[in-house]
């Protein structure tokens, strides 16, 4: 395990950050605004009224995996329960039994290439259903989307693996907002643009580690088990994401729950054996602590909802249960890190405050991947 005071060295040293990025992770994540930007001209010139002009769907079904599952699960946090249309989430290539001309669905893919993208569009457009790609440029998907008469939106060859979170939900956003379901303001690329190139300047590799927050807070995980609470669905797919971002760039693992289903899972853990053994001993030397420790990761969304039910004995809403494994957190003294809580206004929307969120998670990974040096000698 890399001691601390290397890892910010390293950190702090643009040339061994460089030196340690073949694949490009650093500058693809600061400019995930850019990718917002145009990612969303691309889309309006794919031509949407294509299949928004005939009207409300029945339902969304989204062909994808990874980035592009998390990105559906962003959606459909965004439109909550109350949706007038369902949307399914399914990794190819095959397509639900039930899908029918009433839907949509969207193949969201970084490569446009692959069983699972190209399958699901050529039964679309053999059942005769609505149909959005989202792919590289002259990738097989592009062209079963032309067959189909479809929009496709053409993503450049520069996009790098593991960084294309918004080039996928872009175009979701757009679709959602264009067929009415989500208020133009509430989907507006610039808003969400502008979030993410202010987190870019401030978790950007130039800064610091002392007021950097993603460096802050890849130091904290270096060696540390995350334990990610996500506060509601929204919280929760950006969890998703910061799991499979730290295992794939980081090699580390880490176990996220959504809350309030998942709170007596969560709290369990943080009371559990892999608790500090001599919890009560707050003063005690944490650097003699044997292996990695527990870290719990709270990911907060003030817009998660209130109560589900009336007269329940455990917690009812996703806010009550944070507090209960915050609680739970400082009995057993497990440390906590709040993801990206500073600088956050309760005037900024939804998406914004997601963005930022998942800015610097991002960074914080490629952080941690670039201290622990997991990227060289890696294949794209």
Not at 109 to 126: K, N, Q
Not at 150 to 157: F, G, I
Not at 226 to 243: F, Q
């Amino acid at each position: 395990m890399i001691p601390p005071e290397i890892a910010e060295e390293v950190l702090d040293d643009l040339e061994v950050m460089r030196a340690r990025d073949p694949h490009g992770l650093l500058p693809a994540v600061a400019g995930a605004g850019a990718q917002v930007r145009e990612t969303a001209r691309l889309t309006r010139e794919a031509g949407l009224e294509r299949i928004t002009g005939g009207g409300r769907p029945r339902g969304l079904v989204i062909v994808a995996r990874r980035e592009g599952a998390v990105a559906a699960s962003v959606l459909r946090a965004l439109l909550g329960p109350a949706s007038p249309v369902t949307v399914d989430v399914v990794p190819g290539p095959a397509l639900p039994v039930w899908t029918g001309p009433s839907d949509v669905v969207v193949v969201a893919t970084r490569t446009g290439e692959g069983a699972y993208a190209v399958a699901p569009a050529y039964e679309a457009a053999r059942r005769g259903v609505s149909l959005l790609g989202i792919g590289a440029e002259d990738a097989p998907l592009a062209a079963a989307c032309s067959i189909a008469r479809a929009p496709y939106v053409s993503l450049p060859t520069s996009r790098v693996r593991h960084t294309t979170l918004w080039s996928l939900l872009t175009p979701m956003l757009l679709l959602a907002s264009d067929l009415g379901l989500l208020p133009g303001d509430v989907a507006d690329p610039e808003t969400t643009a502008v979030a993410l190139d202010a987190t870019a300047q401030e978790c950007g590799p130039a800064a610091q580690t002392f007021r950097n927050p993603a460096k802050t807070l890849a130091l904290e995980l270096l060696d540390s088990l995350p334990v990610i609470a996500a506060e509601g669905p929204l919280a929760a797919a950006a969890a998703t994401r910061i799991a499979d971002q730290l295992a794939t760039l980081a090699g580390l693992p880490a176990t996220d729950f959504r809350l309030p289903d998942q709170r007596v899972a969560a709290c369990s853990v943080l009371g559990g054996p892999l608790a500090p053994a001599d919890a009560d001993d707050f003063f005690r030397d944490r650097a003699d602590d044997p292996g990695r420790r527990l870290r719990l990761l709270t990911i907060r969304d003030a817009g998660a909802g209130g109560h589900d039910g009336a007269g329940e004995r455990e917690p009812r809403s996703a806010g009550e249960a944070m507090e209960q494994v915050l609680r739970t957190a400082a009995t057993h003294n497990v440390p906590v890190s709040g993801l990206a809580e500073r600088g956050q206004a309760e005037s900024d929307g939804r998406l914004p405050r997601l963005a930022r969120q998942l800015a610097v998670a991002d960074f914080s990974a490629v952080y941690l991947a670039l201290a622990l040096d997991t990227q060289r000698g890696q294949s794209r």
